[in-house]
């Protein structure tokens, strides 16, 4: 009887095991929204000429999502907090679901099928120089620019005059608490 009791618990365990890694895997970050499909595209497109894995979805609401993923959370958190932080994406940006995603509208070529999770991307060092900017020499450290950095961002939220890189951006107003 012990014995039936224990396998019975271990294939519940481990099918709840099971059924929340598959959900892991559905993880997105969410970079803007647009209320129409030609907006939405074009957005994507711009993404899409700065970062991989660029995808865009119809929202339940109607608005048009721009994504980046999937990938598992843990990854998507470090896409997250990288991408933030080089200024690649706005910093409202947020982790979202496959299960909150409509039909795929971007990329226009993009097979039906359930995408697989991609590996994140990795920092860069800070030796190694950007595609298509040429390093400049510089009389401050690297230590010295960097408490620079912090001085401007615990003074006034960011930097004056920085910019996104390809253009304004919008969030839908509604955010997930996870």
């Known amino acids: ?26 993880v997105w970050v969410q970079v803007e929204a647009r209320p129409t499909l030609a907006a939405a595209q074009e957005r994507a497109r711009a993404y899409a000429e700065v970062l991989p894995d660029v995808n865009g979805f119809r929202l339940n609401s109607g608005w048009y999502a721009i994504v980046i993923g999937p990938y598992l959370r843990g990854d ?12 690649q994406i706005p910093a409202d940006s947020y982790i979202t679901f496959s299960n909150v995603l409509g039909q795929q509208f971007w990329p226009t070529d993009a097979a039906l099928s359930e995408p697989e999770a991609v590996a994140p ?15 400049q020499a510089s009389d401050e450290t ?3 620019a960097l408490q620079s950095e ?3 961002t615990a ?3 960011k930097a004056p005059g920085v910019r996104w890189p ?3 951006v919008s969030m839908v107003s509604r955010r997930r608490a996870f």
């Open 76 to 87: 998507a958190e470090q896409v997250l907090s990288v991408y933030r932080s080089e200024g």
């Open 166 to 168: 390809i253009g304004s």
């Open 155 to 157: 003074h006034s939220g």
């Open 121 to 135: 991307p990795v920092e860069q060092q800070p030796d190694q120089p950007v595609a298509g900017l040429t390093p």
């Open 150 to 152: 912090r001085r401007l």
């Open 142 to 144: 690297r230590s010295q």
């Open 1 to 26: 009887m012990t014995r039936i009791f224990t396998a019975i618990l271990f294939l519940i365990l481990f099918g709840l095991r099971a059924s929340y890694a598959q959900q892991d895997t559905g």
